[in-house]
């Protein structure tokens, strides 16, 4: 356990998604690190392998061993598959 991560939580995307969970009021997500607190905490749906992806890939984004964009893009799958995207 002697291994650092370096986590970068002020990652943000080109574009904003927006997204209508929890309360259904629109809501921006900006980056992986947004996203994952909506996947974790308020998405409707989280046993599918599209969100899975956009988990996994955010984190990756995050820990600066993957592409923010395609978190972004796996992301919006995932709103898309739970009905969600606005």
């Given amino acids: 356990m002697d291994k650092v991560i370096e986590v970068d939580f002020r990652l943000k ?3 904003p998604v927006f ?5 259904g009021f629109r809501e921006r997500v900006d980056g992986p690190d947004a996203a994952l607190e909506a996947l ?3 998405w409707p749906e989280c046993r599918s392998e599209v969100y ?17 964009e ?4 796996r992301f ?8 969600v995207l606005a």
Avoid: M, P, Y
């Fill in 52 to 68: 899975c992806e956009a988990k996994r890939r955010c984190l990756e984004a995050l820990v600066q061993h993957g592409s923010a």
């Fill in 19 to 23: 997204v209508r969970i929890g309360n």
């Fill in 13 to 15: 995307w080109q574009a």
């Fill in 76 to 83: 919006i799958d995932a709103a898309i598959a739970a009905g």
């Fill in 40 to 42: 974790g905490h308020r």
């Fill in 70 to 73: 395609t978190a972004r893009s």
